[in-house]
Structure formats: structure tokens, C-alpha cells
Nanobody, 116 residues
């Protein structure tokens, strides 16, 4: 089993910044990808950003140029730096990790609210 612990959510004003962290533990001998998804009320869960082994990244169109994903392999931790936040970024953010021979795992979610 894979355990994911997320942190860093909260309330921020428009234009502000937040950094999310997600630490993986357990059966993680070979992590292929680590990433973030989000789900706003009444909407489907969508990709925010993902980083795969080797460093290739992929971002959702709505966050390109504002968010940056990074990964610390020694700590099995993925980070999401979110800048220039907008009210439409308000959502529950979920960490996702894909481990070879294990499959995908999800974190419990952390709330991000962008409001003045």
C-alpha cells in the first residue's frame, strides 16, 4: 500500500501564492509519476500538473505559466508551487502517485480557497 500525506492548502487572496506538498511512503519502490489534480464543486476532477521519472512535466492549460511542479526523489515528495492564484483555482487538490506494479494512489485532498 501507498500512503500519501498532503499539506499546504489554505485561504489566499487573488494574486497570492501557495505551495502544496505531498509525501509518499509505503510500497513505493518504483514511483513512475507524481502529480496533482483538483476538483471544484460541481465539476469533474481535472489534471493540474504531473511529473514523471526523468523530469518530464505536463500541466493543465488553465495553470500553465502560473504553477510549477517539482519532485524530491530522495524524500519521495512532490511539490506544487502556485502563483498568481485566481478565484477559479479554488478547489480540493488531490495528490496522485503512480507506482509500477502497484498502480495509482490518491491523497485525502487539501482545500485551496482563493478569495478576497
Amino acid at each position: 500500500q501507498v500512503q500519501l500525506v498532503e499539506s499546504g492548502g489554505g485561504l489566499v487572496q487573488p494574486g497570492g501564492s501557495l505551495r502544496l506538498s505531498c509525501a509518499a511512503s509505503g510500497s513505493i519502490s518504483s514511483i513512475y509519476s507524481m502529480g496533482w489534480y483538483r476538483q471544484a464543486p460541481g465539476k469533474q476532477r481535472e489534471l493540474v500538473a504531473v511529473i514523471v521519472t526523468g523530469g518530464h512535466t505536463n500541466y493543465g492549460d488553465s495553470v500553465k505559466g502560473r504553477f510549477a511542479i517539482s519532485r524530491d526523489n530522495a524524500k519521495n515528495t512532490v511539490y506544487l508551487q502556485m502563483n498568481s492564484l485566481k478565484p477559479e483555482d479554488t478547489a480540493v487538490y488531490y495528490c496522485n502517485v503512480f507506482v509500477e506494479y502497484v498502480g495509482p494512489s490518491w491523497g485525502q485532498g487539501t482545500q485551496v480557497t482563493v478569495s478576497s
